[in-house]
């Protein structure tokens, strides 16, 4: 009886194998256009004119070699020296905050992720030392229905990054040293408005088209100060913002590693999809 059980399913078996047809493959290729995403660099260009700290070392390359050897093959090679605070660059927390992350420390969740813009460019262009605003914040919210997603990078376009390298539009003055300090005029975040960044939304990190997160005529730095206690990193100097829809794209922002920097300069590129 065992013996007829088994020959009854194994035949079975065997039929049903039989009677089952190949499955025909999708030939159909994907659309390339429609999952590529589009690439905005936010970098300005490193230079003799790119803008610094008016108390910081520009930019310095000095050519080591340039041209053919004796052996045949062509050659080139420089040497360059800047500050770690200058052009596009990253501010560590350690920048403005003791015993906080170096620029090698920062987790890369921090420097790479969802993003969103926040364009107060048109109040700006009027008032050179506009400061972005809570309302700014909230305004951004209602227009879009949404608070700011946790774990955001939330880049600020002032407009300002149109006079990039004009030191005299861009920072407000040509003049370099001490005493250039006090004629710096440009827009920045607003004291109020990074403390309730910190207390109300998660965000990762925060960067902005201006030479400072606080604006030109801060004498105390309070926006550095209260974001990067949190251990939120500042990017300044960036560029193209207005190039970035408001929402749903990404950033990766990656620094030059420096052992115990306080800052880096920055490759921060945007991937947005069309």
């Given at each position: 009886?065992?013996?007829?059980?088994?020959?009854?399913?194994?035949?079975?078996?065997?039929?049903?194998?039989?009677?089952?047809?190949?499955?025909?493959?999708?030939?159909?290729?994907p659309?390339?256009?429609?999952?590529?995403?589009?690439?905005?660099?936010?970098?300005?260009?490193?230079?003799?004119?790119?803008?610094?700290?008016?108390?910081?070392?520009?930019?310095?390359?000095?050519?080591?070699?340039?041209?053919h050897?004796?052996?045949?093959?062509?050659?080139?090679?420089?040497?360059?020296?800047?500050?770690?605070?200058?052009?596009?660059?990253?501010?560590?927390?350690?920048?403005?905050?003791?015993?906080?992350?170096?620029?090698?420390?920062?987790?890369?969740?921090?420097?790479?992720?969802?993003?969103?813009?926040?364009?107060?460019?048109?109040?700006?262009?009027?008032?050179?030392?506009?400061?972005?605003?809570?309302?700014?914040?909230?305004?951004?919210?209602?227009?879009?229905?949404?608070?700011?997603?946790?774990?955001?990078?939330?880049?600020?376009?002032?407009?300002?990054?149109?006079?990039?390298?004009?030191?005299?539009?861009?920072?407000?003055?040509?003049?370099?040293?001490?005493?250039?300090?006090?004629?710096?005029?440009?827009?920045?975040?607003?004291?109020?408005?990074a403390?309730?960044?910190?207390?109300?939304?998660?965000?990762?990190?925060?960067g902005?088209?201006?030479?400072?997160?606080?604006?030109?005529?801060?004498?105390d730095?309070?926006?550095?100060?209260?974001?990067?206690?949190?251990?939120?990193?500042?990017?300044?100097?960036?560029?193209?913002?207005?190039?970035?829809?408001?929402?749903?794209?990404?950033?990766?922002?990656?620094?030059?590693?420096?052992?115990?920097?306080?800052?880096?300069?920055?490759?921060?590129?945007?991937?947005?999809?069309?």
């Amino acid at each position: 009886m065992n013996k007829i059980i088994f020959l009854l399913t194994a035949l079975l078996m065997f039929s049903c194998k039989q009677e089952q047809k190949p499955v025909e493959k999708d030939l159909e290729a994907p659309n390339p256009v429609s999952s590529k995403p589009k690439i905005i660099d936010l970098t300005h260009e490193f230079s003799e004119e790119t803008v610094y700290w008016v108390t910081a070392k520009e930019f310095e390359m000095d050519v080591v070699a340039e041209g053919h050897t004796d052996a045949g093959y062509y050659y080139a090679a420089n040497n360059f020296a800047t500050a770690e605070h200058g052009g596009t660059h990253i501010d560590a927390p350690i920048h403005f905050a003791a015993n906080k992350q170096h620029v090698n420390e920062i987790p890369l969740e921090k420097l790479i992720g969802p993003a969103i813009k926040v364009d107060v460019s048109e109040r700006s262009f009027t008032n050179p030392d506009y400061l972005v605003s809570i309302e700014d914040f909230t305004n951004w919210e209602k227009e879009h229905g949404m608070q700011i997603p946790e774990g955001s990078i939330v880049l600020l376009e002032t407009g300002f990054s149109k006079y990039y390298p004009d030191k005299k539009k861009y920072l407000g003055t040509d003049q370099r040293g001490p005493e250039a300090v006090k004629l710096l005029h440009f827009p920045g975040l607003d004291p109020e408005a990074a403390q309730w960044l910190v207390d109300n939304r998660k965000i990762n990190s925060i960067g902005l088209d201006t030479p400072s997160i606080d604006y030109g005529q801060s004498k105390d730095f309070k926006a550095h100060v209260i974001l990067l206690s949190e251990n939120i990193p500042a990017f300044e100097n960036l560029t193209n913002l207005e190039q970035l829809p408001t929402k749903d794209f990404e950033v990766v922002a990656l620094p030059m590693k420096i052992k115990g920097g306080s800052g880096a300069p920055l490759r921060i590129v945007a991937f947005v999809n069309e």
